[in-house]
């Protein structure tokens, strides 16, 4: 039998984690990673020095760019003062990110980013909001964008007892459904698609609490 988690005891574990400091099983508090970095100093000239992260988190990926000298629209449900306070006095980049708090599926894509970052978010939308917030990313997009995503497909969560776990109205992509959803909304622009087996471990049994296969979507607009 599945035990179905709703969505706002999902949002209260990640707004207790982030208000205390505290590191999830995923490494929420992690560094942004070498595959990243590579793609964000991989960026030519000509894309527009503004970037959009969808799902922020903890904000190490918003961080990064505003000190790469990107203006920065940071989104996520989280509330926006976790993140001001971190950002408070930090340099003279901090000025450079603007946080807004709301649903990623929520918020409107309606000029354009020269980066678009989702991280470890688009899997917990449904697949209609997911399809709608890649397409507004695409139809906006500046004719020198680029877009990095990481989204988790095939994904087996458990409890402690072993019973399986669901969030409600999650997107539940196959690695299959995830590449012709990408396939479709990018097409014309050059497009790297990664897969890795990704799990996470309770602390306490030791035992697997989280298993996906996890796609990078690595995007360059080739409309110019």
């Given at each position: 039998?599945t035990?179905?988690v709703?969505?706002a005891?999902?949002h209260?574990?990640?707004?207790?984690?982030?208000r205390h400091?505290?590191?999830?099983?995923e490494n929420l508090?992690?560094p942004?990673?070498e595959?990243f970095?590579?793609?964000?100093?991989s960026?030519g000239k000509?894309?527009?020095?503004?970037?959009?992260?969808l799902?922020y988190?903890?904000g190490?990926?918003?961080?990064?760019?505003?000190?790469?000298?990107?203006?920065?629209v940071?989104?996520?449900?989280?509330?926006?003062?976790?993140?001001l306070?971190?950002?408070?006095a930090?340099?003279?980049?901090?000025?450079?990110?603007?946080?807004?708090?709301?649903?990623v599926e929520?918020y409107?894509?309606?000029h354009e980013?020269g980066i678009?970052?989702?991280?470890?978010?688009?899997h917990?939308l449904?697949?209609?909001?997911?399809?709608s917030?890649?397409?507004?990313?695409?139809?906006?997009?500046?004719?020198?964008s680029?877009?990095y995503?990481?989204v988790?497909?095939?994904?087996t969560?458990?409890?402690?007892?072993g019973?399986?776990?669901q969030v409600e109205g999650?997107?539940?992509y196959?690695?299959?459904?995830?590449?012709?959803?990408?396939?479709?909304v990018?097409?014309?622009?050059?497009?790297?698609?990664l897969w890795?087996?990704h799990a996470?471990?309770?602390?306490?049994?030791g035992?697997n609490c989280?298993?996906?296969?996890?796609a990078t979507v690595?995007?360059?607009?080739a409309?110019?």
């Open positions: 039998m035990n179905l709703s969505k005891s999902v209260a574990f990640y707004v207790d984690a982030i400091g505290r590191n999830t099983a508090l992690a942004t990673s595959r970095n590579s793609f964000l100093k960026i000509g894309t527009p020095q503004t970037a959009l992260d799902g988190g903890a190490n990926y918003s961080i990064a760019m505003a000190r790469a000298g990107y203006r920065v940071a989104v996520d449900q989280l509330p926006s003062r976790l993140f306070q971190r950002l408070d930090q340099g003279d980049w901090d000025h450079r990110i603007d946080v807004k708090e709301c649903l929520e409107s894509i309606d980013f678009v970052v989702a991280r470890d978010v688009l917990y449904s697949k209609s909001d997911v399809e917030v890649l397409e507004n990313a695409v139809v906006n997009a500046h004719a020198r680029h877009h995503l990481e988790f497909t095939s994904i969560r458990r409890s402690r007892d019973r399986i776990r999650e997107a539940g196959s690695p299959e459904s995830f590449g012709h959803l990408i396939e479709r990018y097409d014309g622009w050059e497009v790297t698609l890795d087996e996470e471990k309770d602390s306490r049994t035992e989280f298993e996906a296969i996890r690595i995007a360059a607009n409309s110019v």
